[in-house]
């Protein structure tokens, strides 16, 4: 099939997270299974307007707002060229059941947004935001949906999507070739986060909890990512007195992230939402057993007791002395090392991404 793949950011988008991560996955698989992709996105400063590389064909126009207008004005113009329409949802839809109806479509939302959105963006984009969100179950009311976790599924019903029409998926896993790298483990108790840095990661919490924790034992935080919140996290470390003990790497590539997991001892997350939790499972496929709270998908992407542990919302303490634990009983954290590899590698992409291909041949 010819497939047109709509997504409002690519993975080469400096501002890319694992939203893009998991489509420029799906693209890659659908082209191994032989269909011919087309990617369209937006531009951004130094890319490239059209790209073709060994998996699909790439198309940047528009900003991460006008590219729905773009996308619009782009199908009317190749409407003939394609067989079916994966639309990917990060924020806002790019309503295609409008005007494509003649095409099969299979929309893949990554979570829904809710009220999380009035924390990112200004009050009237917010509201943009929200309201478009909530025209989805009209929009598409006979469209299928695959979303990324049970949790995510739960939220489009409640939203008033018909639950015959979402199919729950995995499909945001990590590449096949994402594994531990044999390095030595970091000699000082080291925690990692991997994460976007804005406000709703709170990984202001996670700096909270470090300095608490540098009263009783000497450790230190990687913080890998890139984000608005910044220069606000930098000078939280820096009143608490704890910017020696924390990197803020910055973007890395894949190997060096891929290295940066295997050396530290525990990888935590303190995100309000996830739709599932790639950083989450990349952990553990490097052999770093996670904390995270049970928010979202990532309650599912961390199997408690098992491959991490996985704290009640909210619950400070607990999540402090979860770390605590692993940090300072070297047995279960060499178990929980072990059982995290195993579960990381047992999530299958390749029979994911059948689904969807499965979904778009019906």
Known sequence: MRILILNWRDIKNPTAGGAELAVDNIARQLSKFGHKITIFTSAYNGCKREEKTNYAKIIRKGSMTTVYLHAFSYYLSHSNDFDAIIESVSTVP????????????????????????????????????????????????????????????????????????????????VSP???????????????????????????????????????????????????????????????????????????????????LLSKSWVFVTASEKEGFGISALEAQKCGTPVVTFNNGGLKEAVKHNYSGLVIKEADRKAFENAIISLLMNDKLRNKLSANSIAYGNSFNTQKEIRKIENMISR
């Open 177 to 259: 070739n994402f594994r531990k790298v044999r390095v030595k483990e970091y000699k000082k108790p080291t925690l990692i986060t991997v994460t976007r840095l804005v406000t709703y990661k709170r990984v202001d919490i996670l700096i909270d909890i470090l300095a608490e924790l540098s009263k009783k034992i000497d450790v230190q935080l990687i913080i890998v990512g890139t984000g608005k919140e910044m220069g606000n996290l930098k000078g939280q470390a820096k009143r608490l007195d704890v910017s020696d003990r924390i990197w803020f790497t910055g973007h890395v590539n894949e190997k060096k992230k891929a290295e």
């Open 94 to 173: 790019f309503f295609t059941p409008l005007y494509a109806r003649n095409k099969k479509i299979v929309i893949i939302p990554h979570q829904v947004t809710g009220k999380t959105v009035f924390k990112e963006v200004p009050f009237t984009t917010a509201v943009m935001v929200h309201t478009a969100e909530n025209f989805i179950p009209l929009v598409y009311r006979n469209t299928n949906f695959i979303v990324p976790s049970k949790s995510v599924k739960s939220d489009f019903e409640e939203l008033g999507i018909d639950p015959k029409l979402v199919t729950a998926s995995y499909f945001n896993t």
